[in-house]
């Protein structure tokens, strides 16, 4: 079983609300990366990083932010949601983004009405 | 950036093989193959990796042809269980920015 977690697990909110989804792991992997995904829809890179200190936007532009200050936590963060905000919020983590397998943790439902 | 793409979906009844291909036309030299298993709800699942001829594990199977400019992701004899989305990842080699394709949504009926 993978060691990374997120919390919460579901999350319904007001608009302009200030949220933070929490993404830790016990791995020790430099890599972690958080991905949105509407139901039935793919995957989103939104925001990845490389280690301590590194953040870089994904693919997708995202008006979350996140943060690296430690290596295991990795939190993402919306200063004020908005119903397009609503969507599951995937996190994941790996020691070697080449050859290495990416772990994915259990994703938080945001709801924003 | 290597992109990747897949069918759709596709239909199957247990006890079949089930053959996924995935285009990846532009892959870097030192990229790999990865692919995942996503249930509903679900955050995606490791399946098997490769870099290049065959792969085989407890679950799968994956082919790539010499020049890497597809893969094929093998399932023997399917169930009810193996119906989910499937995703095909190749890593552009030179960054850690890992973007997955859309998905092969694989329907497996009785």
């Known amino acids: 079983e993978a060691d990374i977690y997120q919390t919460p697990r579901y999350l319904v909110i007001g608009t302009g609300k200030k949220i933070t989804l929490e993404c830790s792991q016990t791995m020790g992997h430099d890599k972690m990366y958080w991905y949105q995904q509407d139901p039935g829809m793919e995957l989103h890179l939104i925001h990845y990083?490389?280690?301590?200190?590194?953040?870089e936007k994904g693919d997708l532009s995202s008006e979350s932010t996140v943060s690296r200050i430690r290596t295991e936590h990795f939190p993402l963060t919306l200063e004020s949601a908005r119903p397009s905000h609503t969507s599951q919020y995937l996190c994941?983590?790996?020691?070697?983004?080449?050859?290495?397998?990416?772990?994915f943790g259990e994703g938080s439902r945001l709801t924003v009405l | 950036l290597a992109k990747t793409t897949q069918p759709i979906s596709m239909d199957s009844y247990e006890g079949q093989e089930v053959n996924i291909t995935c285009s990846h036309n532009?892959?870097?030299?030192?990229?790999?193959i990865t692919w995942y298993q996503q249930f509903p709800s679900q955050g995606p699942r490791f399946i098997i990796q490769g870099y290049k001829t065959k792969v085989t594990n407890e679950v799968a199977s994956l082919f790539i042809p010499a020049d890497r400019k597809s893969s094929t992701l093998s399932l023997p004899r399917v169930s009810l269980s193996d119906t989910a989305v499937y995703y095909c990842l190749v890593g552009d080699g030179s960054s850690y920015k890992l973007i997955f394709g859309s998905g092969t949504r694989l329907l497996v009926r009785p």
């Open positions: 990083s490389y280690g301590v200190n590194s953040t």
């Open positions: 532009n892959i870097a030299t030192n990229d790999y």
């Open positions: 994941a983590s790996t020691d070697r983004a080449i050859t290495g397998e990416l772990f």
